[in-house]
């Protein structure tokens, strides 16, 4: 089985900054595509932004310019960096990674239980 665990949420003013790490663990041999999602309550989850184990990446029109996607592939881990941040940026994020656990396996998109983010003053 493959865990990933999230960490660095919580509560920050607007304007402010906040880093965000998904470390993935267990049976793993080969890890492709790594993200994050949000939801705010009421709404659907959307992709903020996602990059490949070659790293390239892509991030939604919302958040251009003000957060970024990093990834450590020794680690196992990806990060977000979200700077200027907003109140309409609130919302639960979570990261995912589309893994192979042996060669012979196929692909599995296997997801984190999510860290609240809240930008309030």
């Known amino acids: 089985q493959v865990q990933l665990v999230e960490s660095g949420g919580g509560l920050v003013q607007p304007g402010g900054s906040l880093r965000l790490s998904c470390a993935a663990s267990?049976?793993?041999?080969?890890?492709?595509?790594m993200g994050w999602y949000r939801q705010a309550p009421g709404q659907q989850r959307e992709l903020v932004a996602s990059t490949t184990s070659s790293g390239s990446s892509s991030s939604a029109d919302s958040v251009k310019g003000r957060f970024t996607i990093s990834r450590d592939n020794a680690k196992n881990t990806v990060y977000l960096q979200m700077n200027s941040l907003k109140p309409e940026d609130t919302a639960v994020y979570y990261c995912?990674?589309?893994?192979?656990?042996?060669?012979?396996?196929?692909?599995?998109?296997?997801w984190g239980q999510g860290t609240q983010v809240t930008v309030s003053s």
């Open positions: 995912n990674a589309e893994v192979q656990t042996t060669p012979a396996r196929v692909r599995f998109l296997y």
């Open positions: 267990g049976s793993i041999f080969n890890i492709y595509a």
